[in-house]
Each structure stands twice: as C-alpha cells, then as structure tokens.
C-alpha cells in the first residue's frame, strides 16, 4: 500500500520559529533590524506572501511581542528549550503539514521555498542540503511526525536532527546556501549586513546588535556571573567523556566549576529512605544536607531554562559547563565522533567556539578527542576565564 502523502496539495501554513533565547548573540536577535524593518517583521511578512495562515512558534505566550499583527497565530512550545518542542506543538495545533522558518533568517527566498515544498510529495519531512549541511529550519514538516517528536522529547532528545532516521525525508541539493544564512552571534550580524550591501546602516542602525548605553550589562557579561559552556554533539559523540575530561583540567587552573545536565526524568532520591518519604508528602520543595553536601530539589509546572538555573544555583562559579542546551548556551563545544554512526554534526561551523573530532572536518579551532588540555587552554584564553570570582560560600552566605 503507498504511504499516504504528507503533502497532498498545497501547503497551506508558515510559522516562524522564534522561541530562541539569542544567549549568543547577547540581544533579542528577533528584534535586529534591516532595512527599517526587524529580523521577526520581514520574516513575518515574508511567510505571509506565501501562505494563507501564518503563525509564530514561541517558549511562552508572553515572548510573542506586542505589534504583532492580529492575524498572526501565537503557538507555544508544548515542551519548551528547543525547535523540536516548538514544532511539536504546532503540528499538534494544525494537525496538516507546515512549514518552518527560523526567525533570524537574514534574506529568505521564495524560490527556495518553493523548492522544498515541491520535494514533500510522500515525504515527512522535505529540508534543504547544502554540502552535506541540513537546513532543518527552513523545512516541511508532516503530522506523521508528531508522535515521533513526542517520543523524542520524553527521552530527552531535543534535536530536530534525532527525528529524520524516524521519519521519511526528501532532501533538495542546494548548491548555494545564501537563503539559509542566519544570525547567531555578533560576527554573524557583521556578515549579514555585508551580504545584503549594508542595508542597516543605510537604514540609520548601528553595526553593533546589541547597542548598550552606559548602564546596560549584555547576558554574561557581569563581573560576577559564570562563563556558561555548553558541550554538544549527537548521541554517543562522547560528550560526558569530554566534560569528565574537561572539568579536571579547568579546576586544575584554579577555577570553580559548576555542571549541569538535562534529563528527561528526574529523581535522584532512594525509594524508602527518610528523604524519599518527605517528598511524598507534597512539599513543593525539600533539601537533604550532609557534612560534605546539599542537595536542594523543587517541583516545578515548567521546565527551568538555563539562564535559570545559573542564576539561582550558580553564582560565585568561574564557569558552569553543560551538557546539551544548544540553544541556550552562548558557548558551545561540540564533540563529533566518526565511529557514532552519524553522517553531519550538529551545529553549523559558525555556531561552534571549538570542534572536538576524529573525523576530517574543517573548523578553525579543532581539537583531538584525546587533546583536552590543549582545548582546556583555548577555553580559558578565549573566554578570559579566570579564578578571581567570589567563593560559593561567599555567593550563599
């Protein structure tokens, strides 16, 4: 029997994705401005040129902003943290197939558009390639997917890229990756206003993304907050190899490091010990103190973002490394390992500070697997990390 076609007819919805946090660039990168007009208004506007419906995809309903147009559909993430969360909940709004576009795409062009939604026919998914980078981000995605992305996300699986050996996918050759270009950090702005003839400053916009006056403070950049690390990388890359290898080096140098590692589940106490009968009985919070640690655990409705979570458990560290949050770290190692069994890494080269690998893959800063005091090094000399920070019993006293 032929598998039903996701894309029967014509594709009837576009929705921007726009539930990032922009911790990299330092700013709401949504809020960027070309030609008069934000990142999140032309590719608003752009979306709706070509789709009957349009929507925006968001962590909260409270991120949406405030002059977006009344046709406009807010969908929040039915798991928030991530694009795989956020394209759950808008296939399980519409029900039909959508398609997605990142909110900081810089030029996006109808034609490539048009490209991928001709590709869906039976497929799930229908994505640009350029090289052998996937666009996940600039995609058709089928209600098939649904329960696949469901199942992701109770494990813990936050990548879109975890979903495509799931689901029947149609790739469209790309040979030129200009209408996939977006804005992650600062250097990437500088490109984008060189690609499209420096039309923000044509427009009246400083260069600089994140204009500060003398009394702004960017995200990580007070004197008193940690570095954030996160270490990536697909399943069975070797990330918790790396960061057993990595913290030792760091506190070798005198730093005071803090990790953080997300899970799908959480319950660390032992059925039938005296702790275990506490959190019974309904306490929204509860704390188990030893001679040598604490351990503090609170329910909460939603999940903690990582800013979150450094903020209030953090402060007095020199740097916290995590393992995963792509989208929330402002610094991200990647580790790429050729025997995992995967064909592409998981972030772009832009995306990454340092790439750890065996494979052969280029990347400006690129490292061994087994070259951790050397990555140690570039760490601390790229991110100025240094041992002169509060204590933690100063930070809780």
């Given at each position: 029997m032929r598998p039903q076609a996701t894309c029967p007819g014509s594709v009837r919805i576009g929705v921007v994705l726009a539930g990032g946090e922009?911790?990299?660039?330092?700013?709401?990168?949504?809020g960027l401005r070309v030609g008069g007009a934000t990142l999140l208004q032309r590719n608003l506007a752009f979306l709706g040129e070509l789709f009957p419906v349009v929507g925006i995809?968001?962590?909260?309903?409270?991120?949406?902003?405030?002059?977006?147009?009344?046709?406009v559909i807010v969908i929040p993430?039915?798991?928030?943290?991530?694009?795989?969360?956020?394209?759950?909940?808008?296939?399980?709004?519409?029900?039909?197939?959508?398609?997605a576009l990142a909110a900081d795409l810089v030029d996006p062009q109808s034609e490539a558009v048009g490209r991928v939604l001709a590709a869906c026919g039976d497929a799930d998914v229908a994505l640009p390639v350029v090289g052998d980078h996937l666009e996940p981000l600039h995609a058709v995605y089928g209600p098939a997917c649904l329960p696949h992305m469901r199942r992701l996300l109770a494990a813990g699986a936050h990548s879109i890229l975890d979903l495509l050996p799931l689901v029947r996918v149609a790739r469209v050759r790309f040979a030129d990756g200009s209408p996939f270009f977006n804005v992650n950090t600062p250097a990437d702005w500088?490109?984008?206003?060189?690609?499209?003839?420096?039309?923000?400053?044509?427009?009246?916009?400083?260069?600089?993304?994140?204009p500060r006056t003398e009394t702004d403070v960017r995200p990580g950049q007070d004197a008193d907050a940690p570095v954030v690390l996160g270490v990536v990388g697909r399943s069975g890359s070797g990330k918790t190899t790396l960061i057993e290898r990595l913290i030792p080096e760091l506190t070798a140098r005198g730093l005071r490091v803090g990790a953080v590692k997300r899970v799908a589940r959480l319950d660390i106490d032992v059925p039938g010990k005296d702790s275990w009968r506490h959190s019974l009985t309904g306490a929204d919070a509860?704390?188990?103190?030893?001679?040598?640690?604490?351990?503090?655990?609170?329910?909460?409705?939603?999940?903690a973002s990582l800013g979150e979570i450094v903020t209030r458990?953090?402060?007095?560290?020199?740097?916290?490394?995590?393992?995963?949050?792509?989208?929330?770290?402002?610094?991200?190692?990647?580790?790429f390992r050729s025997g995992a069994g995967h064909?592409?890494?998981?972030?772009?080269?832009?995306?990454?500070?340092?790439l750890v690998t065996d494979a052969d893959l280029a990347h400006p800063q690129r490292f061994g697997l087994e070259d951790t005091p050397a990555l140690a090094q570039f760490l601390v000399e790229r991110l100025r990390l240094t041992a002169d920070r509060r204590t933690p019993d100063d930070a809780i006293s």
């Open positions: 922009s911790r990299r660039m330092g700013c709401d990168k949504r995809s968001v962590r909260d309903p409270r991120q949406a902003p405030d002059d977006l147009p009344e046709d993430d039915e798991v928030a943290g991530s694009p795989l969360g956020g394209l759950t909940a808008i296939l399980a709004r519409f029900g039909e197939p959508i398609f500088a490109e984008a206003r060189r690609r499209l003839g420096d039309a923000s400053r044509e427009a009246g916009v400083s260069a600089d993304p994140c509860y704390a188990v103190g030893s001679p040598g640690k604490v351990a503090f655990v609170a329910r909460q409705k939603s999940e458990y953090f402060d007095g560290y020199d740097v916290v490394v995590c393992e995963g949050y792509r989208r929330e770290a402002p610094n991200v190692v990647e580790v064909e592409t890494t998981v972030c772009g080269p832009a995306e990454q500070l340092a």
